[in-house]
């Protein structure tokens, strides 16, 4: 029973940095409908920009999130406002082929600038630490994880229920015709939710790089966790998508105790079953008001 239960709490932590994958996701289709296929490789993208600042410097990775939060929030910006912007329409092909002509780039760019080794991020003491509850031993890091997803995604839904921004978000994302009507800039609207979802990939990228080793061609799993949490969360629903994240982790971590060979598998199995169950996810909503 101890088994367990140690198993499911460490899914749950696990589950938090799948969350962490995927709220910038979930929020660029709250606000845009736009499904990034660039997702993972914008995040993998954090990590070897932070790894090119800590590497010669000797930093730890949580001072370079100064850095990389505001950059990749910018790169999303500028990449919205002149680029994607312009796919987005009725039709949801344009977008999709755009964001997989960038996954292609970024993948190359890094393969080519750093090679396909791997690499990893060294956080120092924290990384082994631990606290001790009756007979489980939960992580320091793997907490502080979970605890930033938590954060994230309560600021998220503070964002979008009690500022103007947010409101600006909701509207351009009921009705865009509507809301240019109003004096809405849709163009800069959209921009800022993508320099916010950056923002939240370049925290994602980092902590991704302090647990695990990684490499350029990456990219595309982590962009299957998030898809996979957004969906089994539902579409617009931020806590739904930590939800997501957790349940992800959870039946990923139950598939590695049953058989090492079944933690990844069980995790799509999960996804598939909660499609079939659920197609428009267990907590589905639009934005909340």
Do not use: C
Not at 152 to 170: D, E, K, P, W
Not at 255 to 280: C, E, Q, S
């Amino acid at each position: 029973m101890i088994e367990l239960v140690n198993t499911v709490i460490q899914g749950l932590l696990l589950g938090g940095l799948y969350a962490l994958f995927a709220a910038g996701l979930s929020l660029a289709f709250g606000v845009m409908r736009l499904v990034n296929i660039a997702h993972g490789d914008l995040i993998i993208l954090s990590a070897f920009l932070g790894y090119a600042i800590v590497e010669p410097l000797g930093l730890n990775p949580f001072w370079v999130l100064i850095v990389i939060v505001p950059v990749m929030g910018a790169i999303g910006y500028v990449l919205q406002r002149f680029v994607l912007n312009k796919t987005l329409g009725d039709d949801i092909l344009p977008p999709l082929l755009v964001t997989f002509g960038l996954s292609i780039i970024i993948q190359n760019t890094l393969l080519q600038t750093f090679s396909a080794d791997s690499r990893g991020l060294n956080a120092g003491d924290i990384e082994t630490a631990s606290v001790t509850i009756g007979s489980i031993s939960l992580g320091v890091y793997p907490l502080l994880v979970l605890f930033t997803a938590v954060a994230v995604i309560g600021g998220l839904q503070y964002l979008f229920n009690h500022t103007s921004i947010g409101r600006a978000f909701r509207a351009t994302s009921d009705d865009q015709s509507t809301a240019q009507l109003m004096g809405i800039d849709n163009k800069h609207i959209y921009g800022l939710a993508m320099a916010i979802a950056m923002g939240i990939v370049a925290i994602a990228g980092i902590y991704l790089a302090i647990r695990t080793n990684f490499d350029p061609t990456v990219g595309p799993g982590r962009l299957l966790y998030a898809f996979e949490a957004v969906i089994i969360g539902g579409l617009g629903s931020f806590w739904g998508t930590l939800a997501g994240g957790m349940i992800l982790g959870v039946s990923q971590a139950i598939g590695f105790a049953i058989d090492p060979g079944w933690g990844i598998l069980t995790g799509h199995l999960v996804f598939l079953a909660v499609l079939v169950v659920k197609p428009n996810g267990l907590f589905p909503k639009t934005i909340d008001r």
